[in-house]
């Protein structure tokens, strides 16, 4: 199994069962979830050794300083897991801030090295129940 | 209840039940939009002021319908950073609840203006007066002056709608109410209302930036992210409100919006029109007779349909001249020529007549909906 980063993140601790993993100074899971919507780009099928670009939405719903922290990406072959972080911003808060609810868009390209079907798992929080969320998709590789 | 049809139809159910007529009765409410409940965040038809909105990059709230004085286009009004740039319009499209349920496209968003353009800006930063862009509807589903109205604070449900009376300012120590996606229904005093400061956004491109905003309102309501946009009303009178403003953000214990007169004199100024939000200036609706013959022979009994669109759903329809009645179809035997009228009157009471000609004569041709007596 080889891991990637495709945004540098320290981990301070390893994946427990606390559903608000903090992996570092307010780096959380992405809420992928939220309300019930969820919104993914998986390509149904790809070439081996072409690269795929596949996106997953986080949504900012506990702060209006978190921005886009980095998406972790575990490539085992026939099963990928993509995993997206969000990090509260470090920038000097005005102490007043508008109130969306901010997007943010989780890309990772792959490269499949056989012909098969992958497994393309995401894994997050779902939003408000705030508890560990994961979804499947599968892409046919030819 | 919407209306006399309604109202016929219910009448009837409960002559089935044998219930004398009159022990019940039923009225026409105007503000109930229909007989199921919505929820802020969910599907809500025709579209009202307080529900979510969506584009690629932010979920946020509709402010108000907007009714542009200079065009037959109309529009919603939301915050300029629920879309992709605070002060420029890329045309962003909006859905409602989702981006994938789409209801217009981003058409105004002032620009940002500096000290040199302005004195009220202070040195060194960028500024606004409100945090307000226009939004074009691309669906006609919609209702002009209302917004969604739970029946308490603490539920994102809804069965009613508020009626806006009119445009208003915020005034120091009033009591406002703010509907939103997030939050709901909350309810706070107004502690400022020329309050000038910076404010921090993320744009489409996740890059944080602030905009001083000048002279906007604050109040003590409960509020969370996704409420941006919101519309805040105080209470006229039941089921009447006076829009005073448009909820942005704030703090953990004040909430802010940019005050009805700073948002609609921004957006005016930019597309070059007043702005209006109140029911008052709901689009009037239009009628055809879109089906029935101009000739009819003098032993025939003859239908007219008419349709309605635009304006404020439901409709009534009132015929006269050649034939009376009610109903969006009318019909009837014919001896003399002349008009045949209907007018068709909206929620609002704005109305709209069509005239048909019809001739009666011996050698009328053959029409689909007529038949001999």
Redesign the interface.
């Known amino acids: 199994m080889k891991t990637r980063f495709l945004m540098l993140v320290l981990l301070a601790a390893a994946c427990g069962s606390n559903p608000v993993e903090q992996l570092g100074t307010g780096v959380v899971r992405g809420v992928i979830k939220?309300?019930g919507?969820v919104v993914i780009n998986v390509p149904e099928t790809a070439e081996v050794g072409e690269p795929v670009t596949i996106s997953v939405r986080s949504?900012?719903?506990?702060?209006?300083?978190i921005?886009?922290g980095p998406t972790r990406v575990t490539d085992s072959g026939h099963w990928v897991l993509v995993e997206p972080f969000d990090t509260a911003?470090q920038?000097p808060?005005?102490?007043?801030?508008?109130?969306?609810?901010?997007?943010?868009a989780h890309e990772a390209t792959v490269v499949f090295s056989e012909q098969g079907m992958v497994f393309v798992e995401f894994r997050g929080r779902e939003w408000p129940e705030n508890k560990p969320y994961s979804t499947r998709r599968r892409i046919l590789v030819r | 209840m919407r209306k006399k049809e309604d109202i016929d139809v219910v009448m009837a159910e409960v002559e089935k039940l044998s219930v004398p007529s009159d022990a019940v009765i039923v009225e026409h409410d105007p503000n109930v939009m229909r007989g199921s409940t919505d929820s802020l965040?969910g599907t809500v038809r025709p579209v009202v002021g307080g529900v979510q909105i969506q584009s690629?990059?932010?979920?946020?709230t509709l402010g108000y319908n907007v009714d542009h004085s200079s065009s037959n286009y109309w529009y919603f009004v939301t915050?300029s950073?629920?879309t992709s740039q605070f002060g420029k319009s890329w045309g962003d499209d909006v859905g409602q609840p989702?981006s994938g349920s789409k209801i217009g496209d981003e058409v105004a968003d002032p620009d940002l203006f500096d000290h040199d353009d302005d004195d009220d800006c202070p040195p060194g930063v960028n500024c606004r007066r409100s945090?307000a862009a226009l939004i074009k509807y691309s669906t006609s589903d919609w209702k002009h002056g209302r917004v969604a109205w739970p029946g308490d604070t603490g539920t994102l449900v809804f069965s009613s709608t508020a009626e806006i009376t009119s445009d208003g300012t915020p005034v120091q120590g009033y009591w406002v109410f703010k509907v939103g996606r997030?939050t709901g229904l909350t309810y706070g005093q107004v502690t400022d209302v020329c309050w000038t400061?910076?404010?921090?956004?993320?744009d489409r491109f996740?890059q944080?930036y602030?905009v001083t905003l000048i002279c906007q309102a604050r109040a003590q309501y409960s509020?969370?992210?996704?409420?941006?946009?919101s519309p805040v009303v105080w209470p006229y009178y039941a089921g009447h409100v006076v829009a005073v403003g448009l909820?942005?953000?704030?703090?953990p214990d004040?909430a802010?919006f940019s005050p009805g007169a700073a948002w609609r004199d921004e957006l005016g100024e930019e597309v070059g029109a007043t702005l209006y939000t109140d029911y008052g200036h709901s689009p009037p609706p239009s009628v055809t007779i879109d089906d029935g013959p101009s000739i009819v022979h003098p032993d025939w009994y003859c239908t007219w349909h008419a349709s309605a669109s635009g304006g404020s759903p439901p409709y009534s329809y009132t015929w006269s001249g050649v034939l009376s009645g009610t109903g969006s179809t009318v019909g009837g035997i014919l001896s003399s020529s002349g008009d045949l009228r209907v007018t068709v009157e909206d929620d609002a009471e704005n109305t709209d007549t069509e005239y048909k000609y019809i001739t009666v004569s011996e050698s009328a041709p053959y029409h689909p909906n007529c038949a001999e007596k």
């Not at chain 1, 949504?59 to 300083?65: K, L, M, S």
């Not at chain 1, 808060?93 to 943010?104: D, N, Q």
């Not at chain 2, 690629?56 to 946020?60: E, G, Q, R």
């Open positions: 939220f309300q919507q949504w900012g719903v506990e702060d209006c300083y921005t886009r911003s920038l808060r005005a102490g007043v801030c508008g109130g969306p609810i901010y997007h943010f | 965040r690629p990059y932010f979920t946020c915050n950073h629920c989702t945090d997030t400061g910076p404010v921090g956004y993320q996740e944080w602030y509020q969370g992210l996704g409420d941006s946009g909820h942005w953000g704030g703090s004040t802010g």
